[in-house]
């Protein structure tokens, strides 16, 4: 077993200019690969709403769902840091519910730090997480639960304006505490300018090569998500067609009475073969004399 990763291992890296290896997870046995891979950090992504659930957006996903599927991956991969992403209403209402569900992670699901989208106007819930001890990863670019106010999965932050605030905004977001900023969908000059100016880690998804680390959503990167590609993916499997080929070759093979073959069948005990054919001929024959 793997020592622990910690928040101070990823500052170590950062401070080497070693890469931060990050992936989402949503379940044990992907938390067993990814935890003997050694992934430095895991994600329970609220992206499990799509690639899991088959929503078409991430804002049904509730903090139960959340949970439960934190405490499956936590279970598998015991070494990585794992993160839980903060659901849809689960911090934007006040920052208490904030508190609260984000102390459900940690005391439920043993995470590590949790998640949340937003720029400056989420710096208070980031000060309220920091003063009871819960570390938080900022989420900025291409946030999917603002999704209705970003007019859809578009990239971010490529006219100066935008990308000068995202620049700010992960600023921000470090002063109010946060411990690692995530950097999705905007150009690279972007994640190079503010891996610079930051002090903490900054991970990329579709931020470019510049950032402290990259994270790929699982299902993306095995090819088991077929909806659509995000132009920052790079597949590095392709499942869906190695599982329809599998589902295929099975039904093929039921159809045709090739399974189960005899090496997949269990066979009786020595000698008990002929027992059981005494029983089977004694039960037939007190059936006759029961009903002539």
């Known amino acids: 077993m ?48 799509m690639t899991v659930y088959g929503h078409s957006s991430t804002l049904p996903v509730t903090m139960d769902i959340m949970i439960a599927h934190c405490q499956a991956v936590r279970r598998g991969a015991p070494g990585a840091l794992l993160i839980g992403d903060m659901p849809y209403l689960s911090y934007q209402v006040s920052v208490t519910e904030a508190v609260r569900n984000a102390g459900r992670f940690m005391q439920e699901a043993a995470c590590d730090a949790v998640k949340l989208e937003g720029g400056r106007s989420m710096a208070p819930v980031f000060r309220a997480l920091t003063g009871a001890g819960i570390p938080a990863m900022g989420h900025l670019g291409l946030t999917p639960q603002s999704l209705a106010m970003l007019g859809g999965f578009r990239a971010q932050g490529r006219d100066a304006e935008a990308a000068w605030r995202v620049i700010e905004d992960a600023s921000i977001l470090e002063g109010a505490g946060a411990f690692s900023i995530l950097l999705e969908a905007v150009p690279p000059e972007v994640g190079d300018e503010t891996t610079r100016r930051a002090s903490i880690p900054i991970i990329s998804i579709g931020a470019g090569p510049h950032c402290d680390g990259q994270l790929l959503i699982v299902h993306d990167l095995l090819g088991f998500f077929e909806r659509f590609t995000p132009r920052f993916v790079k597949k590095y499997a392709d499942l869906n067609h190695t599982i329809l080929e599998a589902f295929q070759a099975y039904l093929s093979d039921v159809a045709a009475r090739n399974f189960p073959s005899p090496e997949h069948c269990y066979p009786m005990k020595k000698g008990e073969l002929a027992r059981l054919a005494s029983l089977i001929a004694s039960a037939k024959g007190r059936c006759e004399e029961e009903n002539p």
């Open 2 to 49: 793997r020592e622990k990763v910690t928040i101070p291992d990823l500052m170590e890296k950062r401070a080497k200019g070693e890469p931060i290896t990050m992936l989402t997870c949503y379940d044990y046995p992907t938390a067993l690969l990814e935890e003997k891979a050694g992934v430095d950090i895991i994600l329970v992504g609220d992206s499990v709403g």
